[in-house]
């Protein structure tokens, strides 16, 4: 069967490579005048204000869009691309979670693009060029530094994505620092989603490879090896790279073999009870495994050995203990397990399997067809 696999030009994975912004940019790019987007809670970090350090001792005034919020309005993207236009900027770095890298992909696009915002939706309606475009995650999870995806909420609460090889990144930086001071409850939510990145591209109905599946894999055996020590230590840097070097591997999967059922189930979670991403992956995740289960088994099963590499049985025994596994690993790390632990009623269900139903982009992926009904049904079971 054939199959193409893309990704970013350059990923550097090493500790401190955030302070040698300037030497990458100068090295590839003849860049004048650096956007860092980000929003205030990695300001308040301080690790804003050391990549501004070193940008400016390697020549360069940056300056700082911080108004990023989690699951980015259309609003924002918009400000933040006024922002850089009004200071010309030609080199855009994206600092922070998966909602600040986004935000600077979309940043990069409308500098240079003369499409409105509401025609790039879908799958590859973006056209033209972009502007210059760094990833430097301060969180491993969403794998956003390696896709060539940009979820946005509209003002109807609803979450939509843009899919375009524009997308993708010149260069990503991998630097452990970034992460030493991520919280341990966001250290779980996010590795979790990353683990979920992994589980759905390696039983992606479309576009899975040998190269996807190889990655997905290896990230999920890297997540799984690292996130309870990362979990327990924040400052554990050995734990925090094998986590970004995870959930990178994880993103490059799911950008290749798209992702499915436990993000289109999740999204509208997170869009109409602003529920974070990672949470909301978590807390569908194993109703999601269970539906999938007459489809999926054989990938559970494999997927089952790379976690549990003494496990033994049927491939249902075996499928059935890497979703247990995965249940047990989110009680460990002390995520909710329950719908109605986020503030999500009964009677919100059918308006979330509503919006489930919209996300055709991921569903036609899932392994299992999935209806209303069946939306419906595992969002009960999730409750």
């Known amino acids: 069967m054939g199959f193409q696999f893309e990704t970013v030009p350059l990923i550097v994975n090493e500790n401190g490579a955030a302070g040698r912004l300037s030497e990458l940019i100068k090295t590839r790019f003849s860049c004048k005048r650096v956007a860092i987007i980000t929003d205030a809670g990695v300001v308040e970090t301080g690790l804003v204000k050391s990549v501004v350090s070193a940008l400016t001792k390697g020549g360069f005034n ?7 919020e989690p699951d980015p309005s259309e609003q924002i993207v918009l400000e933040a691309a006024s922002f850089a236009k009004a200071n010309d900027a030609d080199c855009i770095v994206g600092l922070g979670g998966g909602s600040s890298m986004d935000t600077a992909k979309m940043v990069a696009v409308l500098c240079c693009s003369l499409q409105p915002l509401h025609a790039l939706y879908g799958i590859g309606k973006v056209e033209g060029k972009r502007l210059q475009l760094i990833q430097v995650p301060t969180t491993a999870g969403t794998g956003s530094e390696v896709t ?7 003002e109807d609460h609803s979450k939509m994505g843009i899919v375009s090889p524009q997308l993708y990144a010149d260069v990503a930086v991998l630097d452990p620092e970034l992460t030493t001071k991520l919280p341990a409850e966001v250290t779980a939510a996010t590795g979790i989603d990353a683990m979920v990145h992994a589980i759905e591209a390696y039983t992606s109905l479309h576009q899975k490879n040998p190269i996807s599946d190889a990655l997905a894999r290896e990230a999920l055996r890297q997540l799984w090896t690292h996130i309870r020590a990362a979990y327990m230590d924040g400052g554990d840097i050995p ?5 970004l070097l995870g959930a990178m591997m994880a993103g490059q999967a799911f950008a290749n073999s798209p992702v499915a059922a436990v993000h289109a189930l999740a ?3 997170g869009g109409q009870f602003h529920v974070p991403h990672g949470l909301s992956n978590a807390l569908i995740l194993p109703h999601v495994l269970r539906f999938n289960l007459p489809e999926a088994k054989h990938h559970y099963a494999e997927l089952a050995e790379v976690i549990l590499p003494n496990i033994s049985g049927s491939v249902d025994e075996k499928a059935a203990g890497f979703i247990r596994a995965l249940e047990n690993l989110c009680f460990e790390l002390g995520i909710p397990d329950h719908l109605a632990q986020v503030g999500i009623e009964a009677n919100d269900l059918p308006k979330l399997a509503k919006a489930a139903m919209d996300q055709t982009r991921l569903l036609v992926n899932n392994p299992r067809r999935v209806s209303y009904d069946d939306a419906l049904s595992i969002y009960r079971e999730a409750l």
């Open 239 to 243: 734990a925090r790279s094998g986590m």
């Open 267 to 269: 999204y509208p979670i």
């Open 62 to 68: 940056p300056i700082v869009f911080d108004g990023v």
């Open 148 to 154: 060539p995806i940009a979820i946005l909420t509209r």
